[in-house]
Structure formats: structure tokens, C-alpha cells
């Protein structure tokens, strides 16, 4: 079957828009999660989900991020009143159980969204 | 507070040497280790975790405790083993916390 999804592929927005970042989770996963990458760096956490409420969403930076899961399927990364900072690849993934559960658990990663904000 | 470091942004080998990708951490808890790969214009993907003790397209790591490191070795670098690899660690939660990656470039 078909691995995680991301779309856009790329996304450029201006500064000061709003943008949704889209995450299609291989079908049957319970755990999404999202990741920032910023140039040079490796990815960092945002916020997880463990089926439609958001188990930690310590990683966001502020409040102008916003994620949403509503069917326990497809997720949402929202982000508002953008700024050039902003700019980074934006990774999601799933999982069949949240990480922490089975010793053999894995989190698949989609291709990112490169979200660049002029 | 649980922390990753890759200290080399680029390792440069020629193909049949061995290599060996440094990796340590900080965790007060028992973490659970992992490296992950992303070849070129591909999504980030597992290649081994520390609990499997198995070896991968020739690479094992080895979780030492006392070093705190994980670092990731192969006796004979392949062409096709140039990727960017990130080690990755998950304390008590369902979160991933990862280095800043190592660029391997094997050369002929």
C-alpha cells in the first residue's frame, strides 16, 4: 500500500499569510506526529497524536501553530500570520501504535512539505 | 532533558574502507536508540534500532551505556551506502529526538 503522504510538496507563501500543511497516514496507523527540519538540521519534534486528540504538543513553538486530526486519520498542520523563520521542511509520520508501545514499532515518514516563507 | 550529537556534518570514505558514524546522548532513563537513513531525493527512513541487535545492510550499533553512544559502524563502505543518516533517540515518550546528521559520501 501507499506510505505516508504530504501534500503540498512545496508550498511558497508570503509572510503574514496562513497556510495548511496536509498529512494522509498510512491507513490502519493510530500515531501521527510532525516534524520541522530546518536547513542543517535534524528534524525536530512539533506534536503527536494518538488517534483524534493530540497526546503532546510540547514541540510546538507558539501558538501561531495549530494541528488538528478531527477523523483520526488525516491531519492538518496549520499555520498563521506566517514569518521567513517559519521556513523549514515539514515531516509527518505514522505509526501502527504509538512508539512507546512494542518493542517493534516503527514510525514511517512521508516526504515533507518544504514550506518557504518570502 | 534528552540530546543526540553527531559530531560530523560530513564523513568521507572510499568504497571498501570501513566506517564508523559517531552518535552520542544524554538521557537520565533507559533510551531507546535508532539510526535512520535518507538517501538521496527519498523520505527519511529506519535503518536499525539498538533493541533488534541486528545488522542491516552490513551496519550494526552498538548501544554503550557507559559511553553514552551508539555509534554506527560497517566494515567495507559501498557506493550505494552515500546518504545523509541521522541517529535518533525516544526517552519516556512517543517522540523522537534527533541529531543534527552525518553526510556519508563513499568514494571510488
Given at each position: 500500500g501507499a506510505g505516508v503522504s504530504q501534500t503540498p510538496s512545496n508550498k511558497v507563501t508570503e509572510k503574514g499569510k496562513y497556510v495548511e500543511l496536509r498529512c494522509d497516514p498510512i491507513s490502519g496507523h493510530t500515531a501521527l506526529y510532525w516534524y520541522r527540519q530546518s536547513l542543517g538540521q535534524g528534524p525536530e519534534f512539533l506534536i503527536y497524536f494518538q488517534g483524534t486528540g493530540a497526546a503532546d504538543d510540547s514541540g510546538l513553538p507558539n501558538d501561531r501553530f495549530f494541528a488538528v486530526r478531527p477523523e483520526g486519520s488525516v491531519s492538518t498542520l496549520k499555520i498563521q500570520r506566517t514569518?521567513?523563520?517559519?521556513?523549514?521542511?515539514?515531516?509527518?509520520a505514522s505509526s501502527k501504535v504509538p512508539l512507546g508501545q512494542g518493542a517493534g514499532t516503527e514510525a514511517f515518514f512521508g516526504q515533507g512539505t518544504r514550506l518557504t516563507v518570502v | 532533558a534528552q540530546r543526540v550529537t553527531q559530531p560530523e556534518k560530513l564523513l568521507s570514505v572510499f568504497k571498501g574502507?570501513?566506517?564508523?558514524?559517531?552518535?552520542?546522548?544524554?538521557?537520565?532513563?533507559?533510551?531507546?536508540?535508532?539510526?535512520?537513513?535518507?538517501?538521496?531525493?527519498?523520505?527519511?527512513q529506519l535503518l536499525l534500532r539498538h533493541i533488534s541487535r541486528e545488522s542491516i545492510k552490513g551496519f550494526t550499533a552498538?548501544?554503550?551505556?557507559?559511553?553514552?553512544?551508539?555509534?554506527?559502524?560497517?566494515?567495507?563502505?559501498?557506493?550505494?551506502?552515500?546518504a545523509m543518516y541521522y541517529c535518533a533517540l525516544r526517552g519516556g515518550g512517543n517522540k523522537l529526538t534527533f541529531g543534527t546528521g552525518t553526510q556519508l559520501k563513499v568514494e571510488l
Open positions: 514569518e521567513r523563520g517559519d521556513s523549514a521542511v515539514y515531516l509527518c | 574502507a570501513p566506517v564508523e558514524l559517531k552518535c552520542n546522548y544524554s538521557y537520565s532513563g533507559s533510551p531507546e536508540l535508532f539510526w535512520y537513513v535518507q538517501y538521496s531525493r527519498q523520505r527519511l552498538d548501544l554503550n551505556k557507559g559511553e553514552t553512544s551508539f555509534h554506527l559502524k560497517k566494515p567495507f563502505a559501498q557506493e550505494e551506502d552515500s
